[in-house]
């Protein structure tokens, strides 16, 4: 595989300098590299690359043929599994910030989301609905549907 001082397998697809790239590295740093600062968030907890992907070229034509552009994130579908064809897409930064494993899901008449979307859905600030719940110690249902009222809240 090296050549002269050089990854000739790097060299054979011109993409070493590309977003894509950027992102397969990445990937399999996360996953495959102890030393690396989020190995505990993603190999440390077992997320795997799937050996198909360990070869950039194949992970390459999946991500063109799955809708990849410069302004999507790959995005794991559930977070308790690894990186696959079956396991991945292509997002907006805004969509995979709201499939974390650590955001906040609350349930109100049958509806889950999560507390950014919430916020958004009724135009309440997240700050202010994060307080209704930790400080106020308020119910989800009282802290989704109680209108907003300027200037504060009197603590009982």
Request: proline content about 1%; glycine content about 8%; hydrophobic content about 25%.
């Amino acid at each position: 595989m090296w050549k002269n001082g050089y990854n000739f397998h790097t060299l054979t697809h011109g993409q070493r300098n590309t977003r894509l790239y950027h992102i397969w590295t990445s990937m399999k740093q996360r996953c495959c590299n102890p030393n690396h600062k989020y190995y505990d968030l993603y190999g440390g907890r077992g997320i795997s690359v799937c050996e198909e992907w360990l070869r950039f070229e194949p992970f390459y034509e999946w991500a063109k043929s799955s809708g990849y552009n410069d302004k999507l994130t790959i995005d794991r579908k559930d977070n308790d599994k690894g990186y696959s064809s079956e396991n991945c897409r292509w997002t907006t930064q805004k969509v995979q910030c709201n499939n974390r494993r650590n955001n906040v899901m609350l349930t109100c008449n049958g509806k889950t989301q999560t507390l950014t979307q919430w916020s958004e859905e009724l135009g309440i600030g997240i700050d202010t609905l994060w307080r209704r719940m930790n400080v106020y110690g308020w119910d989800v249902e009282k802290t989704l549907t109680e209108k907003v009222v300027r200037g504060g809240y009197k603590r009982k």
